[in-house]
Nanobody, 114 residues
Framework: QVQLVESGGGLVQAGESLRLSCVASGIIFSLNTMKWYRQAPGKQRDLVAT???????KYADSVKGRFTISRDNAKNTVYLQMNSLKPEDTAVYYC????????WGQGTQVTVSS
C-alpha cells in the first residue's frame, strides 16, 4: 500500500524557517520523482517544488531562492526546507508521488504570521 506521510508544519513568524518531511512507503522511492504542492483555503493546489530520481530540482517562481527540496533515498524521505517565510506561504503542504497512479499525503499546515 502506497503511503505518504508529511510532518513538520507549524506556526511561525514572517522571516522564520520550517523544514517539512515526507516519508514514503509502498513505492520504490529511489526511482520516483517527488513533489511538494500547497493549497490555501479557496485556492487551487499549486506545485511548489520537484525533485527527480537523480536529484534535479525545479521550483515555482514564488519560492525560488527561499525553498529547497531534497531527498534521502536511504530514509525514503523527501524534504522541503522553507526559509524566509512570508504570510503568502500559508497553506496546507502536500507531498506527491506517481506510481501506478497519483498519490498524495494527508497534508501538513504551515501558517506564517506577520
Amino acid at each position: 500500500q502506497v503511503q505518504l506521510v508529511e510532518s513538520g508544519g507549524g506556526l511561525v513568524q514572517a522571516g522564520e524557517s520550517l523544514r517539512l518531511s515526507c516519508v514514503a512507503s509502498g513505492i520504490i522511492f529511489s526511482l520516483n520523482t517527488m513533489k511538494w504542492y500547497r493549497q490555501a483555503p479557496g485556492k487551487q493546489r499549486d506545485l511548489v517544488a520537484t525533485i527527480s530520481s537523480r536529484g534535479s530540482t525545479k521550483y515555482a517562481d514564488s519560492v525560488k531562492g527561499r525553498f529547497t527540496i531534497s531527498r534521502d533515498n536511504a530514509k525514503n524521505t523527501v524534504y522541503l526546507q522553507m526559509n524566509s517565510l512570508k504570510p503568502e506561504d500559508t497553506a496546507v503542504y502536500y507531498c506527491h508521488a506517481t506510481w501506478d497512479t497519483d498519490y498524495w499525503g494527508q497534508g501538513t499546515q504551515v501558517t506564517v504570521s506577520s
